[in-house]
């Protein structure tokens, strides 16, 4: 893989309100132009979670273009070829695919919805704030990962191992 080619990652959720955006947002931050961040949901929901944009807001990261879609946007013609696919929750990873350009390399990083959380604001604020630092090191781990010089079994290897971090460590 060549070292200046930017990589198109697809983040998977079914709803794509929370976890799939905050992912995308992270991956937008930290990429620093190396990845192009995408998202979508199986069935989304059609809006973005507020916990989600004043959390991301919060840490800097943009959010006037996250909104909420769904993936067949981009199993189209013309839509961008992607390189990396990765759910984010377990309906999602359970779910029968489209056929998406460029036949990506898949993995499932499956984390906890935040969105699903009862309670007060502040326990809701906590649960995203939860998913966020999960996601956060593994997009981490993800961009530090040498592409170019892996070869297509070990960067499977690595980022199926990625997805099955937990906090504080395996």
């Known amino acids: 893989m060549s070292t200046d080619k930017v990589f198109n990652v697809l983040?998977?959720?079914?709803?794509?309100?929370?976890?799939?955006?905050?992912?995308?947002?992270?991956?937008?931050?930290?990429?620093?132009?190396?990845?192009?961040?995408?998202s979508a949901g199986s069935h989304p929901g059609g809006t973005v979670n507020p916990f989600a944009i004043e959390l991301l807001?919060?840490?800097?990261?943009?959010?006037?273009?996250?909104?909420s879609k769904g993936w067949d946007e981009f199993a189209v013609p013309g839509a961008p070829p992607i390189d990396f696919v990765f759910t984010v929750c377990d309906n999602a990873a359970g779910e029968v695919c489209p056929v998406w350009p460029g036949k990506p390399m898949t993995a499932h990083w499956g984390i906890e919805d935040p969105a699903a959380v009862e309670g007060s604001d502040d326990d809701k604020r906590r649960a995203f704030l939860k998913a966020f630092a999960e996601m956060n090191r593994r997009i981490s781990l993800f961009t530090s990962l040498p592409l170019a010089k892996l070869d297509a079994m070990a960067i499977?290897?690595?980022?199926?191992?990625?997805?099955?971090?937990?906090?504080?460590?395996?």
């Open 57 to 67: 807001a919060k840490n800097g990261m943009a959010v006037a273009d996250l909104r």
């Open 11 to 38: 983040f998977l959720c079914t709803g794509n309100s929370a976890r799939s955006i905050l992912a995308e947002a992270i991956l937008t931050y930290a990429g620093r132009g190396r990845f192009r961040a995408y």
């Open 156 to 170: 499977k290897r690595e980022l199926d191992q990625i997805g099955r971090l937990r906090d504080g460590g395996e």
